[in-house]
């Protein structure tokens, strides 16, 4: 049964995952959030709520104890964030993380506004953690599961992709932790 812990629960792109995630009654899922009351009760049934802020590492700390997978999707201050993150997983012995960046973080030269997103995934890949990094092209609301998977260093391909596609694939690497170990990864819907 994994423990899984959804950093940024009340993301656009966690509620798909949140919904993915639940298919599975064996999994046991944990929503980390500033805002939970911004979650709807369908959302939160058979979760546990944790209020807490990324920002403040006692708050993450606790979240991760007794977690066996982290689902990271944040905004804001990101390196500060995932500093926390690592540094709590680490000292819970928790080592499998799947993070959102963004679709551009290595085109150079790089846009200013996606720097964070490249900071988040230079830390995680340096941090000693068994990561999944996922540069998602930008998100539609469709009703559909259609996606392809690019590796880091080859073009990034593709068009924008629904939330359910990246939940889709975000569900299948936490049934089985053991995909995409240390791999950064464009997701795009095909041409």
């Known amino acids: 049964m994994p423990k899984i812990l959804i950093i940024g629960a009340t993301g656009s792109l ?5 919904q993915a995630l639940k298919k599975d ?36 700390e606790k979240a991760m104890i007794g977690q066996d997978i ?11 964030m995932i500093n926390n993150c690592i540094r709590a997983m680490k000292a819970s012995g928790v ?11 290595y085109d150079q030269p790089l846009k200013s506004i996606l720097l ?6 230079d830390l995680i890949e340096s941090s000693g953690l068994k990561y999944t990094i996922l540069r998602p092209n930008w998100f539609t ?12 260093g080859e073009p990034e391909t593709g068009n924008a992709l629904s939330r359910k596609s990246i939940a889709d694939f975000i569900s299948r690497i936490i049934k089985d932790p053991g995909l995409y170990v240390n791999e950064n990864l464009g997701i795009s819907k095909p041409d």
């Open 141 to 152: 609301n469709e009703d559909e599961i259609n996606y392809q998977i690019t590796r880091k």
């Open 14 to 18: 966690a509620r798909p995952v949140i």
């Open 116 to 121: 964070p997103y490249r900071i988040l995934a």
């Open 25 to 60: 009654k064996f999994n046991t899922i944990t929503l980390f959030a500033r805002n939970p009351e911004k979650l709807s009760v369908k959302e939160t049934e058979n979760c546990t709520l944790i209020k807490g802020d990324a920002m403040n590492y006692p708050d993450i």
């Open 70 to 80: 982290v689902y990271v999707n944040l905004s804001g201050d990101l390196e500060a």
């Open 95 to 105: 080592y499998r993380i799947v993070a959102v960046s963004s679709i551009g973080i």
